[in-house]
């Protein structure tokens, strides 16, 4: 254990970064974390580090070479050929090719790498750029081009964790990191998704060879029902796993405003979880994902980083932190007009409680009776 406080990864390149003007990754997301912490007094400079762009060599742990070269090639040439796009995924429309394409996901591997490095002696970490679960060691896969909570596992194991616990609660199924750790028994993999949804991956009984734990839920999940898989799933396998460290994939995408998927939480839901986690291991890395409304990943995002360094959130915001909201905007969308009020001048969603439905019952059930991995 340290007395270390919680530390925050960030970088600049992600401020101006986007994806291109028709994908749901053209929007803010970092740089507003950064802006509303920063508005809230809640990021001291001795708190931030800068994340470092990672070389392809310490990517090449488990990305090929061939693929981080086509990929540096893509950006260099801001174009590639029908044979690149076919054999590594890249140029197409959901992994496309951008200014930063290399840079940035370089950046953000760079900053789960040194995670794991800062956490060698313990401690919390924020990452909120990190959480891109769906990269493949060769290719790009569901907007991700790297995979950084894989590159922050084994970041982890290399400076003295050795067993990890990997808890996923984006909306989406955790494919490539679950190609990463199936079958390793000393990496637990729990992941909370939507069922039918893409990657289609994460059945219910797909158990990787035992160290995987996948609940696929039905669409408007709620806060109620977020707590239930709380304390009937995550935390009892995390803490009966007596991990070295914890990573969370906490991507914002689970939360009704989200373009992307049809989960119903509240922001509250994730920092509950985010909470929970914490005492259950010495060395704690939270991580983004998914999150597709400029609002709602930027005040989910930012009340991480409050739960974790133990700032409350007000009931209403103070004038510098409302002005970075007001600031953002969504083209191409109809919930970027009339956006409601309190996402300009709140941070705390209203809470979404809820019956607790039987199926999702069920499924818990089923997962309950499995070994311990
Ligand atoms: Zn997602």
């Known amino acids: 254990m340290t007395a270390e406080p919680p530390r925050f990864i960030g970088s600049e390149i992600?401020?101006?970064?986007?994806?291109?003007?028709?994908?749901?990754?053209?929007?803010?997301?970092?740089?507003?974390?950064?802006?509303?912490t920063r508005a809230m007094g809640w990021l001291p400079p001795a708190r931030y580090v800068a994340s470092p762009r990672a070389k392809p060599a310490a990517l090449g742990i488990w990305h090929d070479p061939a693929y981080l070269a086509a990929l540096q090639r893509a950006?260099?040439?801001?174009?590639?050929?029908?044979?690149?796009?076919?054999?590594?995924h890249i140029g197409t429309h959901s992994n496309p090719v951008y200014p930063e394409m290399y840079r940035r996901p370089a950046t953000g591997a760079g900053g789960s790498l040194l995670a794991g490095e800062l956490l060698a002696d313990g401690g919390v970490i924020y990452h909120p750029a990190g959480g891109t679960h769906h990269?493949?060691?060769?290719r790009a896969n569901g907007f991700c081009f790297l995979n950084d909570p894989v590159l922050a596992i084994l970041?982890?194991?290399?400076?003295g964790a050795r067993r990890v616990a990997y808890v996923d609660i984006d909306a989406h199924h955790p494919?490539?990191?679950?190609?990463?750790?199936?079958?390793?028994?000393?990496?637990?993999?729990?992941?909370?998704?939507?069922?039918?949804?893409?990657?289609?991956?994460g059945a219910l009984g797909d158990d990787g060879g035992g160290n995987v734990f996948n609940l696929p839920v039905p669409r408007g999940l709620n806060d109620s029902e977020m707590a239930a898989v709380l304390d009937a799933l995550i935390l009892p396998r995390v803490a009966a796993f007596r991990a070295d460290a914890i990573v969370l994939q906490c991507g914002a995408d689970a939360v009704e405003e989200d373009p992307l998927s049809r989960l119903s939480l509240s922001n509250n839901a994730h920092w509950a979880v985010v909470a929970a986690l914490r005492p259950l291991s010495p060395r704690y890395l939270v991580l983004g994902g998914g999150g597709y409304n400029p609002w709602s990943v930027g005040r989910l995002w930012a009340g991480v980083w409050a739960t974790l360094a133990g700032h409350d959130i007000p009931?209403?915001?103070?004038?510098?932190?409302?002005?970075?909201?007001r600031s953002l905007s969504?083209?191409?969308?109809?919930?970027?007009?009339?956006?409601?009020?309190?996402?300009?001048?709140?941070?705390?969603?209203?809470?979404?409680?809820?019956?607790?439905?039987?199926?999702?019952?069920?499924?818990?059930?089923?997962?309950?009776?499995?070994?311990?991995?």
């Open 14 to 36: 992600y401020r101006k970064s986007s994806f291109g003007p028709w994908h749901p990754l053209r929007i803010p997301r970092v740089s507003t974390v950064i802006d509303l």
């Open 75 to 88: 950006e260099a040439e801001q174009v590639v050929s029908d044979e690149t796009r076919a054999r590594y």
């Open 135 to 138: 990269g493949m060691p060769d």
């Open 155 to 159: 970041s982890l194991r290399r400076a």
């Open 175 to 201: 494919d490539g990191v679950e190609l990463a750790f199936a079958g390793d028994p000393e990496t637990l993999l729990i992941s909370v998704h939507e069922e039918k949804r893409w990657p289609f991956t």
């Open 315 to 325: 009931d209403r915001l103070p004038k510098p932190a409302e002005a970075v909201l």
């Open 330 to 373: 969504w083209e191409g969308n109809r919930r970027g007009r009339d956006v409601p009020e309190h996402l300009f001048t709140t941070l705390r969603d209203a809470p979404r409680a809820g019956a607790v439905g039987a199926e999702l019952r069920a499924r818990l059930a089923v997962l309950g009776r499995r070994a311990a991995p």
